[in-house]
């Protein structure tokens, strides 16, 4: 039966800020605000289907996947763009939901998917090259009861969606947790894209959105995803927070990502393709940060808290990770050198290391005039140094040293029986509060004035990463 916006159930205006929304792990006021603001739910004068209506029970144990699909069939058949709405309950579902082709979608029941596959696929039906436009879905939870999953498991597939708006609350114990599809085989329209999703909690998945571009035109383009919540992997079968596939048509570009928060993970973002994707605000507690394909370039990453470690396969090397703190951005890593040949050491004298030319410096961090780097924000930092050392005498003590603000702080040694050369490296993890610097000291302890530093770019030089607060 088909009821009309005078019965609809769901409060309009603030009030639905109140329905299941746990804003506990949001970054900043700024997010909130964000957030909150970002009402896609209010719905005025539309017809409604309740799948109460077709014999859903919401008891738990009741496969209600028969009544909600018959419900689904109901509302498709309506021209008025009517309403699938669940009530709230726990809908036990032992096959998927196709709710395709239904613009509009409003779920407060929690769906328990008791089989295999699909959860709740959404958006245009899976085989249509076309788009389903302007779609409006809130889907309040759905969980598997496939622990661990099943591989090819997906909690929420939405196919080929554009200028849609989704949000999803809580998805868990899928091997997909939400999928972005965009099939095109033939140069039809069919894409998903320029949609928006605000995404809460995604729980035990062990991926989590995956942008999912197929056949040979297919595109996943300048979607924005808005995140409030975390994401959480499967306990030793770790995947990724964001994965943006591969596909034979256009690269998945122009994504932007909103506070990612990462609880654990491998990779918190996985890029088989893509270019200018866009990550604010992450959070990362996962093992390693990116992981980018050759195909993947251009994509950028801010940084807030945890592990950067990069895989960057692209022939450019321009995947960049920002370190963001307190509203602003920095990248706070660079390397230098010693160009030239640093001649004739004072004999057991620390003497600083003349790194005169920089191999990378993207925050402009490193100042080659006093051959020192210069901390931009408090934290740890990664320090790699080496020093090779020419016309030595043998068997006499050569040092690679750090110096944090003129104090030597970490110091490595060698000695050699040769008369040729010696490569002494030195390693550390140092605190630098802002404005800190550290320089890199050479010092021989031979007895003559004569040895030198020799330059080159893999020969003498300094590197230094910033890790965590």
């Avoid at 998903?192 to 999703?197: D, E, K, R």
């Avoid at 270019?275 to 801010?302: C, H, Q, R, W």
């Avoid at 060698?414 to 002494?424: E, G, M, W, Y």
Wanted: proline residues 3%; charged residues 20%.
């Amino acid at each position: 039966m088909i009821k009309r916006h005078a019965d609809w159930p769901y409060p309009h205006g603030d009030d639905w800020k109140k329905h299941a929304i746990d804003l506990n792990r949001t970054l900043d006021e700024e997010s909130r605000a964000r957030i909150l603001d970002f009402d896609i739910l209010t719905l005025n004068n539309v017809p409604w289907i309740d799948v109460r209506e077709y014999g859903a029970k919401g008891d738990g144990s009741t496969d209600d996947s028969a009544a909600i699909n018959a419900a689904a069939v109901a509302a498709r058949a309506d021209a008025d763009d009517t309403v699938l709405y669940v009530p709230f309950g726990t809908y036990a579902c032992e096959s998927s939901l196709d709710l395709t082709e239904l613009p509009h979608i409003h779920i407060d029941g929690y769906i328990y998917a008791k089989h295999a596959g699909i959860g709740i696929e959404v958006g245009a039906d899976a085989a249509d090259e076309s788009s389903l436009n302007q779609m409006y879905c809130y889907i309040r939870k759905v969980v598997s009861n496939q622990n661990p999953p099943t591989t090819g498991d997906i909690g929420i597939q939405i196919n080929n969606s554009k200028y849609g708006y989704f949000h999803i609350h809580y998805v868990g114990a899928f091997d997909e947790a939400i999928v972005l599809r965009g099939y095109n085989d033939a140069g039809a329209t069919g894409a998903c894209a320029y949609n928006y999703l605000k995404i809460g909690t995604i729980n035990v998945c062990k991926h989590g959105v995956v942008l999912e571009p197929t056949g040979t035109d297919g595109w996943c383009n300048v979607n924005r995803v808005y995140f409030y919540s975390f994401f959480k992997t499967i306990p030793g079968g770790k995947g990724y927070a964001v994965n943006i596939q591969q596909g034979n048509g256009e690269q998945p570009n122009g994504n932007i990502f909103h506070d990612l928060v990462i609880d654990d993970s491998d990779y918190a973002i996985n890029l088989d393709d893509g270019m200018f994707n866009y990550f604010y605000n992450v959070y990362n507690e996962g093992d390693y940060l990116l992981n980018a394909s050759a195909d993947a370039y251009d994509n950028m990453i801010e940084l807030i808290f945890g592990e950067d470690t990069v895989v960057d396969a692209s022939a450019s090397k321009s995947n960049r990770v920002l370190r963001k703190k307190d509203g602003r951005i920095y990248e706070a890593k660079a390397r230098a050198y010693l160009a030239a040949d640093q001649l004739n050491l004072i004999n057991n004298t620390d003497t600083n290391v003349t790194l005169d030319t920089e191999t990378y410096d993207p925050g402009n961090t490193f100042n080659t005039g006093i051959y020192a780097y210069l901390a931009p924000i408090d934290g740890y930092y990664q320090v790699n140094a080496q020093i090779t050392y020419e016309n030595i005498i043998a068997d006499e003590q050569y040092f690679c040293q750090i110096a944090k603000n003129g104090t030597v702080v970490t110091s490595a040694k060698a000695q050699s029986s040769s008369t040729d050369s010696i490569s002494v490296v030195c390693s550390d993890i140092i605190y630098l509060a802002a404005t800190n610097y550290i320089r890199l000291v050479a010092k021989a302890i031979c007895g003559v004035d004569t040895v030198d530093v020799s330059g080159g770019a893999t020969v003498t030089f300094m590197s230094v990463h910033w890790l965590s607060p």
